[in-house]
């Protein structure tokens, strides 16, 4: 088969693996920019633009690095050949082909997303918060879920660990879906959890966070006048002396943030559910069938990103275990939505087609 055809066929079937992710996105997109209008909602669909374009040179420099010194330490008589060969060996034009038309996309997700989120108490205020604390005490033996845990998490290096997981979270989420949506193998299984991965920020993190409306323990005070979880702010406060707390000057900047109008990068407050935990389940989901490694792995840091949760004042605790529950629902309808039939595989590395 000549290149040009089998150009072709990769990009005819590039189209077809990734076509249930972009009709998710884009009727997500719609009916965004629907609810927009209706509840005057300020839009910027070029917020994440500048970070993805960043993220990207930065990713392909440290890849051609790779090469690079691959290369150096071969010495390999016919450099460019072998660099060639390397590529092909690893088969990049089939993950360029599947992964960059995904990773062009994210952006305007995101910020859509972003746009959407700053503006859900013009769709619905804030008044879920005294409910959910109260379902907590029902949960944790009639206290708040923080006092529950802080035996074994109230001490300073424990509290800066978890800082440093929940910052890290946002590095899984993207190497996650970074790495499946340039993968070239497993068409259904890549199809899915691009589609849950969508499903996930919509539902969790737009849809249930409008119908729960609420701010969390950081923000029960400014926004309730309550001093209900002052003495938790308290003690991440003091702790703060010694080790730092990131997660403080965050929650600083949301408030802030909050007082203004229109979207900024990481804008918007919400509790319930926990996206966090809810995208970090569904990671799990995912690894669990890749080995012990990466399956336990993915599995404590779902745990630590929970008690994280609590312990540093973003959520109560049953923000985590709902999102827990409906995670796997949502993987479950995206496998739906997704085409489960065997995909044929383009193998540009032999030049000759492959099936899955």
């Known amino acids: 088969m000549s290149i ?15 076509q249930p992710f972009f009709v998710t996105v884009f009727a997500y997109i719609l009916l965004a ?23 990207g040179a930065a990713v392909t420099l440290i890849l051609l690095a790779v090469v690079l010194v691959r290369l150096t330490i071969q010495r390999p ?7 060639k060969d390397l590529m092909l060996a690893n088969n990049l034009p089939d993950r360029i082909a599947f992964g960059l038309p995904v990773a062009l996309v994210i952006p305007l997700f995101f910020s859509m997303f972003t746009s959407i989120k700053g503006g859900l108490s013009r769709i619905q205020p804030f008044y879920a918060d005294t409910s959910l604390v109260a379902i907590d005490r029902a949960i ?23 800082n440093v997981l929940y910052n890290l979270w946002f590095a899984e989420v993207f190497i996650v879906l970074f790495c499946i949506a340039f993968s070239a193998r497993n068409g259904r299984l890549r199809s899915q959890f691009l589609v849950a991965f969508v499903l996930t920020w919509v539902l969790i ?28 702010m308290d003690y991440l406060q003091s702790t703060n002396l010694t080790y730092p707390v990131s997660a403080l000057a965050t929650q600083n900047y949301l408030l802030v943030d909050a007082g203004f109008d229109g979207p900024r990068l990481g804008s918007g407050i919400s509790a319930f559910p926990s996206l966090h935990v809810a995208v970090a389940t569904l990671n799990a ?13 993915s599995i404590a ?21 709902a999102s827990m529950l409906l995670t796997p629902i949502i993987w479950a309808i995206a496998g ?5 039939r065997p995909r044929l595989q383009i193998g540009m590395k032999d030049l000759r087609i492959e099936m899955d």
């Not at 708040?144 to 978890?162: E, K």
């Not at 409008?210 to 979880?229: E, N, Q």
């Not at 989901?285 to 792995?297: K, P, T």
């Open 140 to 162: 944790h033996g009639g206290v708040d879920a923080w006092r529950f845990f802080h035996p074994m998490l109230g001490f300073g290096p424990v509290t800066f660990s978890l």
């Open 33 to 55: 920019l629907i609810a927009a209008a209706h509840w005057n909602i300020a839009i910027n669909l070029k917020l994440y633009n500048k970070n993805f374009l960043f993220f």
């Open 4 to 18: 040009a055809r089998l150009a072709i066929r990769t990009t005819s079937e590039a189209w077809r693996a990734n």
């Open 285 to 297: 989901i995912y690894l669990w069938r890749f080995g012990r490694l990466l399956r336990w792995a």
């Open 301 to 321: 840091f779902l745990a630590a990103i929970q008690l994280g949760s609590v312990h540093l004042a973003w959520h109560y605790a049953v923000d985590g275990y």
């Open 336 to 340: 739906r939505m997704s085409n489960a």
């Open 205 to 232: 993190g737009n849809v249930l966070a409008a119908a729960f409306a609420s701010v969390g323990p950081a923000f029960f005070m400014p926004f309730y006048g309550d001093g209900t979880f002052s003495p938790l």
């Open 77 to 83: 008589e016919q450099p460019l050949r072998a660099m």
